[in-house]
């Protein structure tokens, strides 16, 4: 039985343990004359249940399709013949990928060696057997857990605590694993980012004018000494961002104090969707709409009052940008300015003040620290961004601050730096990861700073 199959089996097992060891609690709360009798109410009892059965065997089945395929891979290649055993881990990899092509039929046996076919027919044999043995365990300790669990269940069983500390303990696992997952993330990009700055002084990377980092392939290249420096990236980034925050903030926070405070319900119930609708577009879309008709629209405007306005600039890029992020923007403020309690509006009312006073001098400053959160999460979107770039505003490296010319962003030029077959140990290709560092520690400033304006403002409001 493959693993897929056998997870909806242990799946069917766990749901009738539940209704077992429930149905056990309450034949027992009934011979003792109702449910007060026992400890805990008879659905605990159930995932009490469940838990045991569910749970150890989920662990094994998951241990044993990780580790499967290596084990059994390993096993295969030990058996080959001494002359066909491969030396390095690529030609480890090479054969191994052969041998279950064989076994799989994707190749042919025709003229292959005796070797390998032999090899090909001991690793299905092995898979067979590891299916079989897997089917087997996890069954068996899944009957086991349930029966052993609907053993234990008695009218003074705290099942309640054991469930809610199995729940707990699951809750710090998950907590743990997205620490641990962004940690392994920084420290990856950390590390490949020294290897870097190994090669190219952190100061000419910070400070430098000019990026041009195909240059610096091989250092036996004319003109291989290679321009990392950053500072052009940095500022397309902030240009493009800026334009897209001057459309983005007024339009989504406007629109979010309208649909919260001034809308009828029945416009509130078909703008708000209508709204959100722009989340759920594709960038590329928005990169097709930039390039193809934002774009040469500014271009003919620009031309018609003697201005000189690039093909791709940051403008057209920026403005369409921030029309994809209002939706990030007006969702959450509409969220935080209804949270706001209706009892501090009656009471501004009651003291004489309008709506539109109340809505300045009460609820904005109330929800000001939920608006300013929704604003960083806006920018974060917009320094983030690829693809919008990548069609209307280009992949020059352009030091201005001219909204007009064609820039890049630090995305852009990470995805530029990783596309195709590359070489890990050049410092072209680790400059993507120290340009990922850069954006890391770019955004945690800037969460950092918004932390910090939200409990300004919080203090003076309280």
Same mark, same amino acid.
């Given at each position: 039985m493959?693993a897929?199959?056998l997870f909806?089996?242990?799946v069917?097992?766990t749901?009738?343990?539940?209704?077992?060891?429930?149905?056990? &609690?309450s034949?027992?709360?009934q011979?003792?004359g109702g449910i007060r009798?026992?400890?805990?109410l008879?659905?605990y009892?159930?995932?009490?249940t469940?838990l045991?059965?569910?749970?150890p065997a989920l662990?094994?089945?998951?241990?044993w399709?990780?580790?499967?395929?290596p084990v059994?891979i390993?096993m295969?290649?030990?058996?080959?013949?001494?002359?066909?055993?491969p030396?390095?881990s690529?030609e480890?990899k090479?054969?191994a990928n052969k041998?279950?092509?064989?076994?799989?039929g994707i190749?042919?046996?025709?003229?292959q060696?005796?070797?390998l076919?032999t090899?090909a027919?001991t690793?299905?044999?092995?898979?067979q057997l590891?299916r079989?043995s897997m089917t087997?365990?996890v069954?068996?300790?899944?009957?086991?857990g349930?029966m052993?669990a609907?053993s234990?269940i008695v009218?003074e069983l705290?099942?309640?605590q054991?469930?809610e500390?199995?729940?707990?303990?699951?809750?710090?696992?998950?907590?743990?694993v997205?620490?641990f997952?962004?940690?392994g993330?920084?420290?990856?990009?950390?590390?490949?980012?020294?290897?870097?700055f190994k090669s190219?002084?952190?100061a000419?990377?910070?400070f430098g004018?000019?990026?041009?980092p195909?240059m610096a392939i091989?250092?036996?290249q004319?003109g291989?000494s290679?321009?990392f420096?950053?500072?052009?990236?940095?500022?397309?980034?902030?240009?493009?961002?800026?334009?897209?925050?001057?459309?983005?903030?007024?339009?989504?926070?406007?629109?979010?104090?309208y649909?919260?405070e001034? &809308?009828?319900k029945?416009?509130?119930?078909?703008?708000?969707?209508a709204?959100?609708i722009?989340?759920?577009?594709?960038?590329v879309v928005y990169g097709?709409? &930039?390039?193809?008709t934002?774009?040469p629209f500014?271009?003919?405007v620009g031309?018609?009052?003697g201005l000189?306005?690039?093909?791709?600039?940051?403008l057209?890029?920026?403005l369409?940008m921030?029309v994809?992020?209002?939706?990030?923007i007006?969702?959450?403020?509409?969220?935080?300015i209804?949270a706001?309690?209706?009892?501090?509006?009656?009471?501004?009312?009651?003291?004489?003040a309008?709506?539109s006073?109340?809505v300045r001098r009460?609820?904005i400053?109330?929800?000001?620290?939920?608006i300013?959160?929704?604003?960083?999460?806006?920018?974060s979107?917009a320094?983030?961004?690829?693809?919008?770039?990548?069609m209307?505003?280009?992949?020059a490296?352009?030091?201005t601050?001219?909204?007009?010319?064609s820039?890049?962003?630090?995305?852009v030029q990470i995805?530029?730096?990783l596309?195709g077959?590359?070489?890990?140990?050049?410092?072209?290709?680790?400059?993507?990861?120290?340009l990922?560092l850069?954006?890391?520690?770019i955004t945690?400033?800037?969460?950092?700073i918004?932390?910090?304006v939200v409990k300004?403002?919080?203090?003076?409001?309280?």
């Amino acid at each position: 039985m493959h693993a897929t199959d056998l997870f909806f089996l242990l799946v069917g097992l766990t749901v009738l343990a539940f209704y077992m060891g429930r149905g056990k &609690a309450s034949q027992i709360a009934q011979g003792l004359g109702g449910i007060r009798n026992l400890h805990s109410l008879p659905s605990y009892y159930g995932h009490y249940t469940a838990l045991y059965c569910g749970f150890p065997a989920l662990l094994l089945l998951c241990a044993w399709s990780i580790f499967e395929g290596p084990v059994i891979i390993g096993m295969v290649m030990d058996s080959l013949p001494s002359d066909l055993r491969p030396s390095g881990s690529v030609e480890y990899k090479l054969l191994a990928n052969k041998i279950s092509n064989i076994s799989l039929g994707i190749l042919p046996t025709i003229n292959q060696p005796d070797a390998l076919i032999t090899a090909a027919e001991t690793l299905q044999r092995y898979s067979q057997l590891s299916r079989w043995s897997m089917t087997a365990l996890v069954s068996s300790i899944a009957l086991l857990g349930l029966m052993w669990a609907r053993s234990m269940i008695v009218a003074e069983l705290r099942a309640r605590q054991r469930v809610e500390t199995a729940v707990r303990y699951a809750l710090f696992a998950c907590a743990c694993v997205a620490i641990f997952t962004t940690l392994g993330i920084v420290l990856s990009v950390l590390f490949e980012s020294l290897q870097f700055f190994k090669s190219v002084p952190v100061a000419d990377f910070i400070f430098g004018l000019e990026w041009s980092p195909q240059m610096a392939i091989r250092a036996d290249q004319v003109g291989s000494s290679g321009s990392f420096g950053a500072v052009p990236l940095f500022v397309g980034t902030l240009l493009v961002s800026v334009v897209a925050m001057f459309v983005a903030v007024p339009i989504g926070l406007m629109s979010a104090i309208y649909l919260a405070e001034y &809308a009828h319900k029945s416009v509130r119930a078909y703008a708000k969707p209508a709204l959100e609708i722009l989340a759920g577009i594709p960038t590329v879309v928005y990169g097709f709409f &930039a390039a193809l008709t934002v774009a040469p629209f500014l271009r003919n405007v620009g031309e018609s009052y003697g201005l000189s306005v690039s093909s791709e600039s940051a403008l057209a890029a920026g403005l369409v940008m921030g029309v994809m992020i209002i939706p990030f923007i007006s969702s959450l403020a509409d969220d935080v300015i209804t949270a706001v309690p209706q009892a501090m509006r009656d009471g501004s009312l009651a003291m004489g003040a309008t709506h539109s006073e109340t809505v300045r001098r009460v609820v904005i400053p109330a929800a000001l620290p939920g608006i300013v959160a929704g604003i960083m999460l806006a920018i974060s979107r917009a320094i983030g961004e690829t693809m919008i770039v990548v069609m209307a505003s280009g992949l020059a490296a352009n030091m201005t601050f001219n909204p007009l010319d064609s820039v890049t962003t630090v995305t852009v030029q990470i995805v530029t730096l990783l596309t195709g077959d590359q070489e890990f140990d050049s410092a072209k290709t680790l400059a993507a990861f120290a340009l990922g560092l850069m954006l890391f520690l770019i955004t945690l400033i800037l969460n950092i700073i918004a932390l910090q304006v939200v409990k300004r403002f919080r203090e003076q409001y309280e």
